[in-house]
């Protein structure tokens, strides 16, 4: 297991590779500083094309809220500043319709240095108020994702798309996503969101990031809507192992 260790010059390094600059040169550094690095690269690294990762944390039993619904404090402090380092490196986050009305997020990068993402939301049938907290900041780009004729307030984008069995499909969501200009974008919830990205073969990368408790029921954190029915069938990714601190995190390469 690689240890994260995520200095300021490692930072630094990171948010000039999301502006364009040459990769940082790792001589003198120490492993945990090369190991983050590696970890945030592929987010941070313009040049190699567009990517979308799906972040999910969730506790030893793999659950991700308890029966009551209560998802605030799943992962640890490391795993939460994990988060709002990705939020940092993509251009866009997603989520879906039931995380807004639920767990109102805010979708910010309060946690490290840097600019706070696009907020997209999924939302096939515009059930999201208008008043929504993640719509009032004029200064962050806002965008939902809907199947109706739904007029949104100003400086709010919208996206329509044709629904396909009964939802939005992955690749129309995405391919209208790139064509609006976002290249590099995170699936952050819920995890049935995510677990549809997952299915659809649309992820670059996953991050499951798991912290060191038990909750005994509640919501499960990846459930496919097809599983499969042999283990032989099973998706098995290329995955590295880094701790953060307070959560372990796998990051799994998607593209094969």
Known sequence: MQQVDVTPRVWGSLLALRAGDEPPCL????????????????LACRAQGPVTVAQIGQSLDARIATVTGDARDVSGPDGLAHLHRMRALVDGVVIGVRTALHDRPRMTVRLCDGTDPARIVIDPQGRLPDEAPLLQTPDVRRIVV??????????????????????????DILSAL?????GTIMIEGGGTTIARFVEAGMLTRLHVAVAPLLIGGGQASLTLPNPVSRLSEALRPETCVFSLGSDVLFDCDMRR
């Open 178 to 182: 790139r064509a609006a200009g976002l």
């Open 146 to 171: 809907q199947a109706v004729d739904r007029p949104r307030p100003k400086g709010v984008e919208v996206i329509r798309l044709h629904r396909r069995d009964g939802g939005l499909d992955p690749d």
């Open 27 to 42: 001589s003198g550094w120490s492993e945990g500083e090369k190991s983050a690095v590696a970890l945030y690269r592929p």
